[in-house]
């Protein structure tokens, strides 16, 4: 039985793993302090799965409970998402964003070494990229972070390199993940974000079903093929997929090694749009506003890397992204509740 600790594993991308996980026939075992997600979404794994995995209630901030569940379970692998995520709160509450995620991640390391367990998959993020030179975006495109959410995801992954310099034990995938949207095909799980949503196929979703009754444009002039946005979106079904093959990477005996999560596609706001409206059969309504501070203008990835090493590309195009998203929102109006 090859047991997985999932910390954040409660959250959007940690419970369509979860499922994955489940139908490879492994074993996670879930932590989650439940800052950012129910504890309803177990019996929906459940009904997809037909296993209702186990759930420990805990912040990874706390090394003893941590330590608890590593005394109690033994681990093959750690993937870990646990982690607070909106960039425009991490600029308001910067102490409480490394707080959280770099010194929850350095009581988990820490743990993790003390019992013996040295492989991870982390869920590090395309901002780590800051205001990339280029398009596509390779892995060996220069570091940088433009705010304090995507400083933490540059901290653990520097981290992370330092610690497997240090102890050949370590072996780190650290997976930095594009624009993750789209939902389980049953509809049962999916993105659930707390109050107005910040990123902006949630917003259109909530526009769709009458929630939020215009989405903003955040700028028409950049130089882009038609003035707003490109981003490379990505299925939640791939990215959970891609945890698989970062874990079967681990055995390459690679140390720690960074892999780009995305298509290879950008897309604009407005070509967003236009494909979610294909999905709901519905107009939505817009306006074209200033640009959102911090915003670069085109961000989409070069996955050969990961096709390459991980032999993984992903299958979902934005037809079935935006399909699934719907199928989510329409059939989960108010999420878990
Ligand atoms: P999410 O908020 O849905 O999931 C994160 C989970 O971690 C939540 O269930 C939350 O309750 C839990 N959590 C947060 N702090 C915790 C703590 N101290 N102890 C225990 N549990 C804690 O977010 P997500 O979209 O599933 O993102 C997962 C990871 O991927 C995060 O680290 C995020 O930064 C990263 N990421 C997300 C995106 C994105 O757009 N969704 C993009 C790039 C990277
Ligand atoms: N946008 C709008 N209106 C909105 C929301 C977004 O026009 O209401 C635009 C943005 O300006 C951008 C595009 O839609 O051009 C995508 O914006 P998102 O907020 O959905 O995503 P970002 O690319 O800004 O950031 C996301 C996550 C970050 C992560 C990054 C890279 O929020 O945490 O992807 O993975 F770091």
């Known amino acids: 039985m090859t047991k997985i600790l999932v910390t954040g594993g409660a959250?959007?991308?940690?419970?369509?793993?979860?499922?994955?996980?489940?139908?490879?026939?492994?074993?996670?075992?879930?932590?989650?302090?439940?800052?950012?997600?129910q504890e309803a979404v177990l019996s929906r794994i459940e009904k997809i799965t037909g296993v209702s995995p186990q759930l420990i209630e805990g912040d990874i901030k706390d090394g003893e409970k941590l330590n608890e569940v590593f005394v109690e379970h033994e681990f093959d692998a750690v993937i870990h998402f646990a982690g607070l995520k909106a960039v425009g709160e991490s600029v308001e509450e910067p102490l409480r964003y490394y707080q959280n995620n770099v010194y929850g991640s350095l009581q988990l390391f820490r743990t993790m070494a003390k019992h013996g367990c040295f492989r991870l998959v982390f869920s590090s993020s395309a901002s780590v990229y800051g205001e990339p030179e280029s398009v596509p975006i390779t892995?060996?495109?220069?570091?940088?972070?433009?705010?304090?959410?995507?400083?933490?995801?540059?901290?653990?992954?520097?981290?992370?390199?330092?610690l497997s310099a240090a102890d050949a034990r370590w072996q780190a995938s650290i997976l930095r993940y594009f624009n993750p949207v789209g939902a389980h095909k049953s509809a049962l799980i999916g993105e659930n974000p707390n109050g107005i949503p910040n990123n902006l196929v949630p917003y259109i979703a909530q526009v769709a079903i009458g929630k939020l009754s215009r989405l903003s444009v955040f700028g028409g002039d950049y130089d882009t093929i038609d003035g707003t946005g490109v981003r490379d979106y990505i299925h939640v079904v791939d990215l959970a997929d891609a945890h698989l093959k970062a874990l079967d990477a681990l055995d390459d005996g690679h140390g720690c090694c960074a892999y780009n999560v995305g298509?290879?596609?950008?897309?604009?706001?407005?070509?967003?749009?236009?494909?979610?409206?294909?999905?709901?059969?519905?107009?939505?309504?817009?306006?074209?506003?200033?640009?959102?501070?911090?915003?670069?203008?085109?961000?989409?990835?070069?996955p050969i890397f990961s096709e390459q090493k991980l032999g993984w590309k992903a299958r979902f195009g934005l037809n079935e992204m935006m399909r699934d998203h719907w199928q989510w929102q329409s059939a989960n109006l108010e999420g878990y509740k």
């Open 263 to 302: 298509t290879g596609e950008g897309y604009s706001v407005l070509e967003i749009i236009a494909a979610f409206e294909r999905a709901c059969g519905a107009k939505i309504p817009y306006d074209i506003v200033a640009r959102r501070s911090g915003d670069v203008a085109s961000s989409f990835a070069d």
């Open 11 to 37: 959250g959007y991308i940690g419970s369509h793993t979860v499922v994955a996980l489940l139908e490879q026939g492994l074993t996670p075992i879930l932590f989650d302090n439940f800052s950012n997600s």
């Open 139 to 162: 892995e060996h495109f220069p570091l940088s972070a433009a705010n304090p959410y995507g400083q933490t995801k540059l901290m653990i992954e520097n981290i992370l390199r330092d």
